[in-house]
Every structure is written in C-alpha cells, then in structure tokens.
C-alpha cells in the first residue's frame, strides 16, 4: 500500500538539521511509491530546496510568516496541520527535538491521530509499518505498530541511515498561504536569548566529550574542551556538573536532558547514573574514563580507562593532536 509521508524540515541557525534528510531516506524507503513531501515553516528563510529532493522529496510546501520566526506552538501547529491537510499525509515525521516532542502530541491529538516517539528505525513488515523505539532508558527496545490513517512519529537524530543524495532529482515547490492572525495565538516569543554553549550540535555530534561532577569545577571542563576541539567534538554533561554548576544546563545529556547517539561519547568524572544512561547509552562507542574502577559506566563502556581525568584527558588531546595532524 502506498502512502504519503510528510517531514517536517528540523531548520537551525539558518541551516537544515541532519535529521531532516535521515527522515527523508527513511520516508523514501517506506513510502511503497507514494509521495514524499517536505513542509518548510519560516519567516522566509533562505533554504536549498532543491536538497530535500536529493533525499526523496518529490514536494516542498514552503509556508512563510512572519509567526514563523521562532517556535509558538499555536503558529507552528495551524501552519504543519494546513500542510498535512494540503498534502494528504498518511505519517508525519518529525525531529525528536524539543519543537518535534512539543508538536507531535498536539497535532495527533488535533487529528485523533496515532502517535510514536522517539523512534530509531521504521521498517515495513507485510505493509505494516514498524516503529522501533528504546524503553527503560535504552536496555530494550520495543517494536510498534500504530493502528491508524495517520500516524505521527518523532525520530532521534543520528539513527536512521541517511541515503546516498541523488543530485538528478527535483521537487515541485508548493507555497502555502497559512492566516496566523496575532489574537489566535496564546504565546508570543519577546526576545531570543542564546546561550554559548560551543560550536557542535549537541544533538546531531558524531563525536561528544561528557564532563561529570568529577570534573569538579567551571575550569575543569577546560580539558574536556580542549579534547573535543581537537576532535570536532561537542561538550556535553550529568547533571550532577550541571547540578554544581559547573556548565550550563544545555548540555545536560540523560533522561531530563538531551537524548545522544554519537559514533563515540566520551566520559569523564560520570559514575553512570541510570538517568545519564537513558541519554547516551546507545552511542555507538562508548569509552569511561573514571578513577573508580567500580563505577557503573564501566558497565555500558566498550573501551574503560581507570585514572585521574586531569592526568588523562590532555595525554589523549596530545596523542589525538599528533595522530590527525
Ligand atoms: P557523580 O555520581 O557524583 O559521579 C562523579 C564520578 O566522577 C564518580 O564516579 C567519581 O569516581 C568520578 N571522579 C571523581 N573525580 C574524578 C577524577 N579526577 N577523574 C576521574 N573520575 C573522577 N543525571 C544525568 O546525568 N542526566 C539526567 O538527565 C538526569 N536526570 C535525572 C532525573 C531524575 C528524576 C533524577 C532523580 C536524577 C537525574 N539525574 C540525571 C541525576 C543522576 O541520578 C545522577 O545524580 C547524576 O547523573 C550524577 O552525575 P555524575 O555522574 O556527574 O556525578
């Protein structure tokens, strides 16, 4: 059977989220012919849509508003639910970023629709489509099927395979006139504040360097940094340095903080707390480091180096320096 698959375009700082085009392949794979389309919601951002094509759409419904500069749930909701109605979407997918986790419940629940999140594979099995989803913080995972016309689903960045582009294909561009009239919505965004919290991603980092409450202080962190400039690495945390305040709660990595799934995550001074692990336990290699040979992160690492942090992170930064030079 084949159906229409819509993805809501994941935009950032001018630039479209990896995820976007993870979803598309995936969207590409299970569409069994039908039609893969995007939806762009933004104040006229400047966006390539011709790659999305590259991945698998065959349409881009791009709706520009000036609502649409920042995220208000009621603007973002009324413009994607015109979108899915335009496009006569059978499943939504969307990032499982704070706007995915936000929008997907709302919509579902606008369409009486089935929802699924955080999911890391769909696959199909005798034209069913099967979500695969994590549980008990990442030591199972469950299969799902979603009985329903429309189904939405939130995906976690950096699991689904992202398809080789095929530069040879284009899609039709659809602008859509959505009427978002300032009394129909109930938020308002006054002022953008952006925290400073390095260059990487966290979310989408193929490579993340993690500093815990052994870290010790602010200025700990500081070889963690070093370790991951030299790798093109994103800085993460347990709460527990949060909790010190030691570094900002934006990089708090773990059930109440953000969900990873780098290549390699690597962690200092983290004893391996349940809660830390349902954020990043299935990260593709996981390397402890941790002078506590007891701790509960040797438990889920593949590679463990029992020691001092200070001592060991600027001999790894300094062999990682000759090593890539
Ligand atoms: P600790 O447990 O204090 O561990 C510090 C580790 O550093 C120890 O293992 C120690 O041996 C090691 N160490 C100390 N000095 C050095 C050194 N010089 N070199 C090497 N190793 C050293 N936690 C999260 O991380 N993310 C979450 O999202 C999260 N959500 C939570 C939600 C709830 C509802 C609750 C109740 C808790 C949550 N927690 C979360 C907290 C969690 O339970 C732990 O308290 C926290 O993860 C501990 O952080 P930590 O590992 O940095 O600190």
């Given at each position: 059977?084949?159906?229409?698959?819509?993805?809501?375009?994941?935009?950032?700082?001018?630039?479209?989220?990896?995820?976007?085009?993870?979803?598309?392949s995936?969207?590409?794979?299970?569409?069994?012919?039908?039609?893969?389309?995007?939806?762009?919601?933004?104040?006229?951002?400047?966006?390539?849509t011709?790659?999305?094509?590259?991945?698998?759409?065959?349409?881009?419904?791009v709706?520009?508003?000036?609502?649409?500069?920042?995220?208000?749930p009621?603007?973002?909701a009324?413009?994607?639910e015109?979108?899915?109605?335009?496009?006569?979407?059978?499943?939504?997918?969307?990032?499982?970023?704070?706007?995915g986790?936000?929008?997907?419940?709302?919509?579902?629940?606008?369409?009486?629709?089935?929802?699924?999140?955080?999911i890391?594979?769909?696959?199909?099995?005798?034209?069913?489509?099967?979500?695969?989803?994590p549980?008990?913080?990442?030591?199972?995972?469950?299969?799902?099927?979603?009985n329903?016309?429309?189904?939405?689903?939130?995906?976690?960045?950096n699991?689904?395979?992202?398809?080789?582009?095929?530069?040879?294909r284009s899609?039709?561009?659809?602008?859509?006139?959505?009427?978002?009239?300032?009394?129909?919505?109930?938020?308002?965004?006054?002022?953008?504040?952006?925290?400073?919290?390095?260059?990487?991603?966290?979310?989408?980092?193929?490579?993340?360097?993690?500093?815990?409450r052994?870290?010790?202080s602010a200025?700990?962190?500081?070889?963690?940094q070093?370790?991951?400039?030299?790798?093109?690495?994103?800085?993460?945390a347990s709460?527990?340095?949060?909790?010190?305040?030691?570094?900002?709660?934006?990089?708090q990595?773990?059930?109440?903080?953000?969900?990873?799934?780098?290549?390699?995550?690597?962690?200092?001074?983290i004893s391996?707390?349940?809660?830390?692990?349902?954020?990043?336990?299935?990260?593709?290699?996981?390397?402890?480091?941790?002078?506590?040979?007891?701790?509960?992160?040797?438990?889920?690492?593949?590679?463990?180096?029992?020691?001092?942090?200070?001592?060991?992170?600027p001999?790894?930064?300094?062999?990682?320096k000759?090593?890539?030079?």
């Amino acid at each position: 059977m084949s159906r229409k698959i819509l993805v809501l375009a994941d935009l950032r700082n001018g630039g479209v989220r990896n995820v976007t085009f993870e979803a598309l392949s995936a969207a590409k794979n299970i569409s069994e012919g039908g039609e893969v389309s995007v939806a762009v919601l933004s104040n006229n951002a400047a966006v390539n849509t011709g790659e999305f094509a590259h991945y698998g759409a065959d349409k881009v419904y791009v709706v520009n508003n000036a609502a649409l500069e920042n995220y208000v749930p009621d603007a973002y909701a009324a413009a994607l639910e015109a979108v899915i109605k335009e496009a006569g979407a059978n499943v939504v997918f969307l990032a499982h970023s704070a706007i995915g986790r936000d929008l997907a419940p709302k919509l579902a629940a606008r369409f009486g629709a089935g929802a699924v999140s955080d999911i890391i594979n769909v696959e199909l099995d005798g034209g069913n489509l099967v979500f695969t989803r994590p549980i008990y913080a990442g030591k199972a995972f469950t299969k799902n099927t979603v009985n329903s016309d429309l189904i939405f689903a939130t995906i976690r960045p950096n699991n689904l395979t992202k398809s080789e582009p095929d530069t040879s294909r284009s899609a039709e561009t659809v602008n859509l006139s959505v009427d978002l009239p300032a009394d129909s919505l109930r938020t308002f965004i006054k002022e953008v504040v952006k925290k400073s919290t390095g260059g990487v991603d966290l979310s989408e980092a193929k490579i993340i360097v993690s500093g815990g409450r052994g870290v010790k202080s602010a200025d700990g962190f500081k070889p963690l940094q070093e370790l991951a400039d030299v790798l093109g690495a994103a800085v993460g945390a347990s709460r527990g340095a949060c909790d010190a305040e030691y570094c900002d709660y934006a990089l708090q990595i773990g059930q109440t903080g953000k969900v990873v799934t780098p290549d390699l995550y690597i962690a200092a001074g983290i004893s391996g707390a349940i809660q830390h692990l349902a954020g990043m336990s299935n990260s593709k290699v996981i390397v402890a480091i941790n002078k506590d040979p007891e701790a509960p992160i040797f438990k889920v690492a593949d590679y463990g180096i029992v020691g001092d942090l200070f001592e060991i992170v600027p001999i790894l930064t300094e062999e990682l320096k000759k090593a890539l030079a």
